[in-house]
């Protein structure tokens, strides 16, 4: 499934670390939300407030959680991150594609 | 209106000029599409296919259709732009939010 249907996405972006990452809002007829969104190649640190998953539309990226080592995620896989938390993420080469679920 | 209901987005985005210009395609249900996108801070060139119009959601632009002067285009005006041209645009400071329609 390339796209998500029947729902509602912000005009506005939501662009962090100077446009390294850029996402739009999904939100859908149950009131969840998701973004759309994609990760340059960079080294970031993002932090959570609620607990999401992050889930690879194209490329790949390298994670580490906290306390843990780092492990890659490739296209169709995913990888839970907890609420109130943080993790690094490495991009190389091409432009990682994500959707990040919000639990 | 800040955002497109009952829509389809895609989960991958577009990414143009090594990810200056970053957009996701919206499709409506009369099968119609528009791209909401951020261009960063960036001395671009655009070529079109389709003649489009592009609105200015959040920022400010000056571009430049072909054999005329500059111009800006600020949030809540738009500019239209042929089939088969070109144009430039200008993106200085804050990233740049815009939607484009194809007419």
């Known amino acids: 499934m390339s796209q998500f249907d029947h729902v509602a996405v912000s005009k506005k972006a939501n662009v962090y670390f100077d446009g390294k990452c850029v996402s739009h ?3 859908f007829a149950d009131g969840t939300k998701k973004s759309v969104g994609v ?9 959570t407030g609620a607990p999401e998953i992050m889930e690879t ?3 790949r990226c390298r994670y580490r959680l906290q306390g843990e080592d780092w492990k ?11 609420g109130n938390s943080q993790f690094d993420i490495e991009v190389a080469g091409e432009p990682y594609h994500y ?5």
């Not at 890659?72 to 907890?82: I, L």
């Not at 959707?99 to 639990?103: G, N, Q």
Request: glycine share 10%.
């Open 25 to 27: 809002t999904v939100q």
């Open 99 to 103: 959707v990040c679920h919000f639990a």
């Open 72 to 82: 890659t995620c490739g296209v169709g896989e995913q990888f839970s991150v907890p």
């Open 39 to 47: 990760i340059l190649p960079a080294n970031l640190t993002f932090n």
């Open 57 to 59: 539309v194209a490329g």
